[in-house]
């Protein structure tokens, strides 16, 4: 069974701290890494792609470990909007396939 | 661009009852299109997959015939929960994906839900 496991949290964090969520996953030869977003009884949005070189995208900055099967996120200069679930993704072949879904960390930035 | 839009947003219905919900890709074609659900507090689970013009592929534990899915266009895709049941009450979220060929990573969009309770 495909299984993608993540702290459910909650993380509570003051605004302006740094904040780091991990997420594991058992299918070794999962090919597509993503962390969504997804907000109080909404649709999941994607927050960014993850590669295996590292990627940056403004104050969030994916890892992915494809050896340790662990895919990693960092919020800098943490703001309120940030509080969400965050969601960790993975597609196993690489765009045919449906998506599976970690439960969530839920994030809370406090002022 | 990219936009994925359900209908309806919310539905309450009697048991025994069908209802169907309507998965629209705006902007882009949609060869592929999946449908989810999630329980509360649950991760979403993938429920089927939808290809444009041919029977749907189910994950283990969903049943087809209580399911029905059919994706009549590139554009559309429509799930309709059959005889219906408080158990099926859930978020039901559809996502299309919008791949180029040869493409490695193929992002999917999400529709903004349909929430369904059964009384």
């Known amino acids: 069974r495909k299984e993608v496991e993540q702290d459910p949290g909650p993380f509570n964090v003051p605004e302006g701290a740094t904040v780091a969520f991990n997420c594991t996953y058992s299918?070794?030869?999962?090919?597509?890494f993503f962390w969504y977003r997804q907000d109080c009884r909404k649709e999941p949005k994607l927050l960014m792609s993850?590669?295996?070189s590292g990627n940056e995208d403004g104050r969030f900055t994916a890892q992915l470990n494809r050896a340790s099967q662990y895919i990693s996120l960092l919020i800098r200069d943490s703001k309120l909007s940030d509080s969400a679930t965050y969601l960790c993704?993975?597609?196993?072949?690489?765009?045919?396939?449906?998506?599976?879904f970690g439960k969530g960390t839920h994030l809370i930035i406090q002022p | 661009g990219a936009v994925v839009s359900q209908h309806p947003s919310r539905v309450i219905c009697k048991s025994g009852t069908s209802v169907k919900i309507e998965c629209r890709s705006l902007?882009?074609?949609?060869?592929?299109m999946f449908w989810y659900r999630q329980f509360p507090k649950q991760s979403l689970m993938l429920m089927a997959t939808?290809?444009?013009?041919?029977?749907?592929?189910?994950e283990q534990g969903v049943e087809k015939d209580k399911f029905l899915i059919n994706h009549a266009s590139l554009t559309l895709s429509t799930l309709t929960v059959t005889s219906a049941h408080p158990e099926d009450s859930s978020f039901y979220i559809c996502?299309?994906?919008?791949?180029?060929?040869?493409?490695?990573?193929?992002?999917?969009?999400f529709g903004p839900g349909t929430r369904l309770t059964v009384t």
């Open positions: 993704v993975v597609n196993d072949r690489g765009g045919a396939d449906g998506l599976t």
């Open positions: 996502s299309a994906q919008a791949g180029t060929s040869g493409g490695s990573s193929y992002e999917q969009y």
């Open positions: 299918n070794s030869a999962s090919q597509s």
């Open positions: 939808s290809n444009e013009g041919s029977k749907a592929t189910y």
């Open positions: 993850v590669y295996s």
């Open positions: 902007d882009f074609q949609a060869t592929t």
